[in-house]
T-cell receptor, first 115, second 116 residues
Framework: GAVVSQHPSRVICKSGTSVKIECRSLDFQATTMFWYRQFPKQSLMLMATSNEGSKATYEQGVEKDKFLINHASLTLSTLTVTSAHPEDSSFYIC???????????FGQGTRLTVV | AQTVTQSQPEMSVQEAETVTLSCTYDTSESDYYLFWYKQPPSRQMILVIRQEAYKQQNATENRFSVNFQKAAKSFSLKISDSQLGDAAMYFCAYRISGGGADGLTFGKGTHLIIQP
């Protein structure tokens, strides 16, 4: 099956620093990748969509300068949370979809804690 | 904008019984996909079942089936012969068809409890 690996699974960083989260499709080429955010006991909210080699499309209300997304290859997308603050603490989940697929496949998620 | 509504924050069912989770959605599109995802405590999102809006036949996957009512914009999930491993959060999700660059819109989720 299609496997998406997200790394790290947990990260703690100090307020004001930046942290990078990687999302890799291990056995398929992901033409489109998605980044979601999930607060405790809440649903997933789409943050941005990225296509390989193109700039990401951000959802309304998501600061593109704070959440930098790079989709440099067909198997890798990264989310960098810049100048992180405690309110950025959340669960971040990526998903990846190949050109042939109806559904996207999810990574395991990253729990970010900013202290 | 599309919205997905799950009106049941929590449902409880006895093991081996049947439970139905509700989902309604709002869209002006005619071609789209609907999904049910399961999120266990590990928080890994697992696809349970998928329905293409153009298909009238309800999707089924083993013990899981849907009741898709396009005119009513309703998409409920039925779990038969509930098992302890079915306990999880269940999210209903929507995405537009075509384009290829559209993410999912999720409902708020239903917490399913299985009573042994």
């Amino acid at each position: 099956g299609a496997v998406v690996s997200q790394h790290p699974s947990r990260v703690i960083c100090k307020s004001g620093t930046s942290v990078k989260i990687e999302c890799r499709s291990l056995d398929f080429q992901a033409t489109t990748m998605f980044w979601y955010r999930q607060f405790p006991k809440q649903s997933l909210m789409l943050m941005a969509t990225s296509n390989e080699g193109s700039k990401a499309t951000y959802e309304q209300g998501v600061e593109k300068d704070k959440f930098l997304i790079n989709h440099a290859s067909l198997t890798l997308s990264t989310l960098t949370v810049t100048s992180a603050h405690p309110e950025d603490s959340s669960f971040y989940i990526c998903s990846a979809r190949g050109s042939w697929a109806t559904e996207a496949f999810f990574g395991q998620g990253t729990r970010l804690t900013v202290v | 904008a599309q919205t997905v509504t799950q009106s049941q924050p929590e449902m409880s069912v006895q093991e081996a019984e049947t439970v139905t989770l509700s989902c309604t959605y709002d869209t002006s599109e005619s071609d789209y996909y609907l999904f049910w995802y399961k999120q266990p405590p590990s928080r890994q999102m697992i696809l349970v079942i998928r329905q293409e809006a153009y298909k009238q036949q309800n999707a089924t996957e083993n013990r899981f089936s849907v009741n898709f009512q396009k005119a009513a914009k309703s998409f409920s999930l039925k779990i038969s012969d509930s098992q302890l491993g079915d306990a999880a959060m269940y999210f209903c999700a929507y995405r537009i068809s075509g384009g290829g660059a559209d993410g999912l819109t999720f409902g708020k989720g239903t917490h399913l409890i299985i009573q042994p």
